[in-house]
């Protein structure tokens, strides 16, 4: 099983910029993804990328919000930009072997998810 930590959530003002962390135990499956939860609304996909770097987004953060990743240090990021009220949740990863690149932001895809790290705007 591969565990993920999550990290680097925390206060900022709308317009602010982020940065968040996730370190797996092992060398990261081929596909990994962040997504978010808010009080009272479902799970939402947010951006993923595959081991080639292919990315996806949802539309609510495309054009804010970059995925990357850094095999070498077993390490996904997300750099939150342009931070709205509404972006304010638990921010999840989530890694798999392999997703179907029209599944990638499919939350339930993904067998191995992180405990979370808070992202707060206001």
């Known amino acids: 099983h591969v565990q993920l930590v999550e990290s680097g959530g925390g206060l900022v003002q709308p317009g602010g910029s982020l940065r968040l962390s996730c370190v797996a135990s092992s060398s990261p499956p081929y596909c990994m993804l962040w997504f978010r939860q808010a009080p009272g609304k479902e799970r939402e996909g947010v951006a993923a990328?595959?081991?080639?770097?292919?990315?996806s987004y949802a539309d609510s953060v495309k054009g804010r919000f970059i995925i990357s990743r850094d095999n070498a240090k077993n390490t996904l990021y997300l750099q939150l930009n342009s931070l709205k009220t509404e972006d304010m949740a638990m921010y999840y990863c989530?890694?798999?072997?392999?997703?179907?690149?029209?599944?990638?932001?499919?939350?339930?895809?993904?067998?191995?998810w992180g405990q979370g790290t808070q992202v707060t705007v206001s």
């Open positions: 989530a890694a798999e072997l392999f997703v179907d690149y029209r599944k990638r932001l499919r939350v339930n895809e993904y067998t191995y």
């Open positions: 990328i595959d081991i080639a770097g292919v990315t």
